[in-house]
């Protein structure tokens, strides 16, 4: 009989995209003030391998990588997704902006070995958590570097991508070495 054992440390891992720039200071400070400080913030990255967000949320979209300061618990995977929805909503109401969806939040985690990120869209690859969400691993680790799966986001097949996590995850490396 197995035993069942704690998940692996992991870093809450959360990507914002957005046309706007305010708006994507507007979700860090959303972020920060109810998950808690960020530790790593990438580049802003072009998001322009896709033109799925266009209608909804214009061209010219920008993409940010945010690592939070804490130990992250897998089983708030839903939860946080829940929540990056509401925000989400939240600002599209305000309506300050010209679009229907002026922001995309996408919260996961990392571990040493893996990441994963939340969904609310079904598909034959992803595992359902509960409250109509979902979780995809997305890349994993191996021979010292971050391999996609056949499913895996063109974004995240970018070595500028991996680079920024390879940093996440030597901060993770050093965090359970003490």
Not at 13 to 26: E, G, K, Y
């Amino acid at each position: 009989m197995a035993t069942p054992k704690p998940p692996s440390p992991s870093l809450q891992l959360v990507a914002i995209f957005s046309r706007h720039r305010r708006a994507l200071q507007w979700a860090r400070d959303r972020i920060c003030d109810h998950w808690g400080d960020i530790a790593l913030v990438s580049q802003l990255f072009e998001h322009a391998e896709t033109k799925y967000y266009q209608s909804d949320m214009g061209c010219e979209l920008l993409k940010q990588l945010l690592v939070l300061a804490d130990n992250y618990d897998p089983a708030r995977l839903t939860a946080s997704k829940l929540q990056s929805n509401d925000w989400e909503l939240e600002l599209a109401t305000t309506g300050g902006y010209p679009e229907a969806r002026p922001l995309n939040i996408d919260p996961g985690y990392l571990t040493v070995s893996k990441v994963v990120l939340a969904s609310a869209k079904d598909r034959a690859h992803r595992i359902y958590l509960n409250h109509g969400i979902y979780a995809e691993e997305c890349l994993y680790y191996l021979d010292q570097s971050w391999q996609p799966r056949p499913w895996t986001y063109p974004d995240y097949r970018r070595p500028d991508f991996h680079q920024f996590l390879e940093t996440a995850r030597d901060l993770l490396k050093q965090r359970v070495k003490s």
